[in-house]
């Protein structure tokens, strides 16, 4: 009985989660505003890798039909989110080591080339807004609040891969920076404190300031690669691969 009061807590707060990020969702087409609520929960962990719930449920939640969700569900299996059981539900994907493997070399990568292309972009403006995220980091560190420090560090990536004014590689890196936050968000308490990570970034901005746009590159392939390094040590040490709860 206890259980079955705990899971029905948890379903209540879940609802409230979900139904706050449906109000703030910017779509009409409901299919795509469940697909945004469903992934964002994801991407945040409050549905948690492995987690598993009935399609009903993910609808009560929602407050909407089943079409939409059943669509949005499909394509969320479709870009990896969930797995999908016939007639039954959807359990959330694990976060696997080879798939974060794969998928922070990418980041090394195409964050290296974002950095090279926006050095030759860039104006003051653009660098001082970068300046400001990285003394926004340093205070969210002072203050010990590593989510917002992690979601001023996206904002710094995303903002450099929007400076490089290359819209393939950022329709590539869209596609895959929601899944690398996931790990980080799952990793950010146990890895050391980002100090050297601010270092790296404030390294970068300064060969951008030089337009030095391979010394940016370079910086920005060894900072992700350094970074994704500790993401994955940890993740290969956590008994996530288990499925079930």
Excluded at 108 to 118: I, S, T, W
Excluded at 212 to 227: E, I, T, V, W
Aim: glycine share 2%.
């Amino acid at each position: 009985m206890k259980q079955k009061e705990k899971r029905s807590s948890d379903h209540s707060a879940l609802k409230k989660i979900l139904l706050q990020y449906k109000e703030e969702a910017n779509e009409d087409r409901l299919p795509q505003q469940a697909y945004i609520i469903i992934q964002q929960a994801i991407r945040n962990l409050q549905l948690q890798p492995n987690e598993a719930f009935l399609e009903r449920e993910i609808i009560d939640m929602l407050e909407m039909s089943r079409t939409p969700v059943r669509e949005a569900l499909i394509r969320l299996e479709m870009d990896r989110w969930i797995r999908l059981t016939p007639r039954k539900g959807f359990s959330v994907e694990p976060i696997i080591k080879e798939n974060i493997e794969q998928i922070c070399q990418i980041a090394e990568a195409l964050d290296g080339v974002a950095a090279e292309l926006a050095t030759l972009n860039m104006e003051e403006k653009q660098l001082d807004m970068l300046d400001s995220l990285i003394a926004r980091q340093e205070k969210c560190l002072d203050e010990n609040n590593l989510e917002a420090y992690l979601d001023a560090d996206n904002q710094f990536h995303h903002l450099i891969v929007e400076y490089s004014r290359n819209e393939r590689l950022q329709n590539i890196m869209d596609s895959h920076s929601d899944q690398l936050y996931r790990a980080r968000l799952f990793t950010i308490n146990e890895r050391k404190l980002p100090v050297r990570s601010i270092k790296e970034h404030k390294a970068i901005v300064a060969a951008m300031r030089a337009e030095d746009s391979k010394a940016a590159q370079l910086l920005m392939h060894s900072h992700r690669h350094r970074g994704g390094q500790e993401i994955l040590g940890i993740i290969e040490s956590k008994p996530i691969n288990k499925q079930g709860k």
